[in-house]
C-alpha cells in the first residue's frame, strides 16, 4: 500500500497515506463481519467451550475488534473524531467480553499444568475442555514454561517419576480452581452470548459494516502522512520500555516478582500494571507497522519475541492472583491452601522469568537496530 | 611448605611430600585444641546461643575438626591406616554436632528474612539472638539474596511501601517455624553440650593432642609426593560437576528446583543431593590445596565463589525442608499453610539460583583456566 517516491528531496518520499489507513480499516472491518457470520453459522449458542470453528469465530471477531480501536486510536486526527470516540470503547467492550471466557479456560489449564510440574508427574491433566491452550490472542503460541532463554529451551537432565497422580494437597488445589475457574468461564460465555445477542452489540455491528464500505476520514487524511503518527506510537512504546525496571530484569533470580507475594493487597501486584502497559503500547506499535506496511512485510520476530514475553507476563500474573484468590477460600484444609502457596509462587516466578525474557529480547532489539 | 626444585627434568621438581602434610595437621591440631580451651574459658555452658565468643570458638573447632578429617581422606595413603580410620568418623561426628546449634539459628533467620521480604515489608525481624546470619561456615560471607548475578546486584528500583508488620499468615507462618527451629536449636545446644563433656568427645581431644605434636604417617610419607593425590581430589570434584545438569542450571528459571515442590516425599529433594555432594568435594579439593600451598597462595576467587553458591544451594534448600515440614504441623490455619507454601517455593527458586550461580562461576573457571 506503500506509495513510493523516489525523489528524497521529497518530504513525501516513502509517505503511507490516509489510503492505507482506509484500506487496512475497511478490511479488519470486512474480517470483523465474516467473523460474526460464522460465530452465527458454528453454533454460537451451545455450551461453554463450543466447537472449535466458534471459538476461531470469537478469536477473529476480537482480532480484528483490536485492530480497528488501536488503528482509530493511533491515526485519530485522521478519523472524523465524533464517530471514533464514539465506536471505540464499544469496540473495547467488544473484545474484552469476548476474551473472558478464552482467559478463564487458559488460566485453569495453566494452573493445572503447573501443578502437575510440581507433583513431580510427568502426565498432563485430563483434557479439561480446551481445544487448545496456546494463547492465541494474537496468533502467537504461547511460550512453554522452562523455555525462557532465547538461547533455546534447557535440556531436561533426567525425566521425573510419574507418581501417577497428584498429592493430596494438590489435588486438592487443583479441583477448587477447576471449581472456581470453571465457575467463571460458564458465566462468561453467558456473558458473551448475552452480548452478541444485545441491540449495543447489533449497534457495534452496524458501525463496522458502514466502516467496511466507507471509512469516515478527516478531509485532509487522504494526503496526510501516516508515518508520524505510526512514530509516535513507537515513541511512546520505547519512553514506556525505558521506564521499565529492566536492569532489575535483567538479572537472573532478582526475586522482584514475589516481593509483594504475601502482601495483604488482594489486587493484582502493582509491580506488574508498567509491564502490562508496554504489553498494549506495543500491540498498537504492532497495529500501526500493520497499517504502514500491510503484508509486505516479514513478521518481526523481535516484535514477535517480546509480545510473547508480555502475553506470558500478564497470564502469569493472572494465575498467580487466581491461586492467591482461591487460597482465599473459607474452610479449605491448610495442605490446599499449602499448594496454592506453592502454585501462586511459582506463576510469580514465571512473572519474573517473563520480565527477564522480554528484558534479553529487546535488548538486543535495540542492539540489533541500527 | 612447597619444596622448589629448579630441574625441569626432575620427577619431584615442585613436590609437596609428606612433611608439609605433617606440617599442616599439626596445625590444624594446635588450632582445634586452641578453639576448645577457648570455648571452654567462654562459657560453653551457657544457654542456647552462648557468647559470641563460645560462638567463635566453636566455628573454629569445627573448622579444623573438618581439615584434618578431610586431609586424612584425601591423602590416606600417607597416614597410618588404624588410626585414621578411627579418628575420621569421630572428627565427623565432633564437627556435626557442633555445626547443627549454628544451623538452627541460621535457617530461622533465613526464611524470617524470607517472609518479611515476601511481605513487601523492608525492615527486618527482631534480632532472634543470632549474632551473624554470614554463614561463616568457611569464613565466607554468604551471598545476599537478589545478588546472585556476578555482574553486580541489581539496582532496585523503588523502595516498597513499609507494611510494618506481617499479614496474618505471615505472621502466623513466622513464629511457627521460630517455635519449632528455637526448640531444635536448644535441643542441638544441649546436645552439643553432652557432646562435649562425654568421654567420646575426650577420646577425640587426646588424639587430636598427639597429633598436634606427632602425626602417624607411613614410613615412605616423607618423600612421597603430594600432588598425585591432591590431583585426585581435584578430579572426583571435576567428574562430580561434570555429572551435575549444567545446561540446565545456565538457563535462568528453568524451573528445575521446584519441580517436585508438591511431591509426598517428606525427604529433601533427591535432585539436591549430587550438588551437596559437589558442595563436599569442593571443600576437599580447597583443603588439599591448602595442605600444599599453605598461606603462600592468595585466596582462589573462583573456588570462593563456586563454594557460595553450593552454601546458598544448601542452605536454601534445607529452609525449603523446614518450610515444608512446618506446613505438616497439625491443625494450622490456612492462612499460615499458604504462607509455608510461598516461602516453601521461594527457597526452592533460591535453591535453582545457588546453582545457576555456580553454572556461571563454574563455567568461567574451566574457561579463565588454560
Redesign the interface.
Given at each position: 500500500m506503500a506509495q513510493q517516491h523516489l525523489d528524497p528531496t521529497d518530504p513525501m518520499a516513502g509517505a503511507v497515506t490516509g489510503d492505507a489507513l482506509a484500506g487496512y480499516l475497511r478490511a479488519q472491518a470486512t474480517e470483523f463481519l465474516r467473523a460474526l457470520r460464522l460465530h452465527r453459522e458454528t453454533g454460537a449458542g451451545a455450551a461453554a467451550g463450543g466447537s472449535a470453528e466458534s471459538v476461531d469465530a470469537a478469536r477473529a471477531l476480537r482480532r480484528s475488534a483490536r485492530r480497528i480501536s488501536a488503528s482509530l486510536h493511533t491515526f485519530r486526527p485522521l478519523v472524523d473524531t465524533d464517530w471514533s470516540e464514539a465506536i471505540r470503547p464499544e469496540l473495547a467492550w467488544v473484545s474484552g467480553t469476548l476474551a473472558m471466557e478464552h482467559a478463564y479456560a487458559a488460566r485453569l489449564e495453566r494452573l493445572l499444568l503447573a501443578?502437575h510440574?510440581?507433583?513431580?508427574a510427568t502426565v498432563l491433566p485430563a483434557q479439561s475442555g480446551v481445544a487448545d491452550i496456546a494463547d492465541v490472542t494474537d496468533g502467537v503460541p504461547a511460550p512453554q514454561?522452562?523455555a525462557?532463554?532465547p538461547?533455546g529451551?534447557?535440556?531436561?537432565?533426567?525425566a521425573?517419576p510419574d507418581?501417577g497422580n497428584?498429592?493430596?494437597?494438590?489435588a486438592k488445589a487443583g479441583a477448587l480452581l477447576d471449581r472456581q475457574l470453571t465457575l467463571a468461564r460458564t458465566r462468561a460465555h453467558s456473558t458473551a452470548l448475552q452480548a452478541l445477542g444485545s441491540s449495543r452489540f447489533h449497534a457495534v455491528a452496524d458501525n463496522i459494516a458502514v466502516l467496511a464500505s466507507e471509512v469516515p476520514l478527516t478531509p485532509a487524511a487522504a494526503v496526510a502522512d501516516l508515518r508520524p503518527l505510526a512514530a509516535a506510537a513507537e515513541e511512546r512504546l520505547t519512553d514506556a520500555v525505558t521506564a521499565l525496571?529492566l536492569?532489575?530484569a535483567?538479572?537472573?533470580?532478582?526475586?522482584?516478582a514475589?516481593?509483594?507475594?504475601?502482601?495483604?493487597d488482594p489486587a493484582p501486584h502493582p509491580q506488574d500494571a508498567p509491564w502490562h502497559q508496554v504489553r498494549l503500547l506495543l500491540r498498537l506499535h504492532r497495529y500501526a507497522r500493520e497499517v504502514l506496511h500491510g503484508d509486505s512485510e516479514p513478521v518481526d520476530v523481535r516484535l514477535l519475541g517480546t509480545g510473547q514475553s508480555l502475553n506470558r507476563h500478564r497470564d502469569a500474573s493472572e494465575a498467580a492472583a487466581a491461586a492467591a484468590q482461591a487460597?482465599r477460600t473459607p474452610r479449605?484444609?491448610?495442605?490446599?491452601?499449602?499448594?496454592?502457596?506453592?502454585?501462586?509462587?511459582?506463576q510469580r516466578?514465571?512473572v519474573?522469568?517473563a520480565r527477564?525474557a522480554f528484558q534479553q529480547c529487546w535488548q538486543r532489539q535495540t542492539v540489533g537496530t541500527p
Open positions: 501443578l510440574r510440581l507433583s513431580g514454561k522452562g525462557p532463554s538461547a529451551p534447557p535440556t531436561h537432565p533426567a521425573t507418581r497428584l498429592t493430596v494437597g494438590a525496571p536492569v532489575t535483567g538479572h537472573p533470580y532478582n526475586a522482584e514475589l516481593i509483594h507475594g504475601l502482601s495483604p487460597a479449605i484444609a491448610p495442605a490446599t491452601a499449602y499448594a496454592l502457596g506453592v502454585l501462586h509462587a511459582d516466578h514465571e519474573e522469568a527477564f
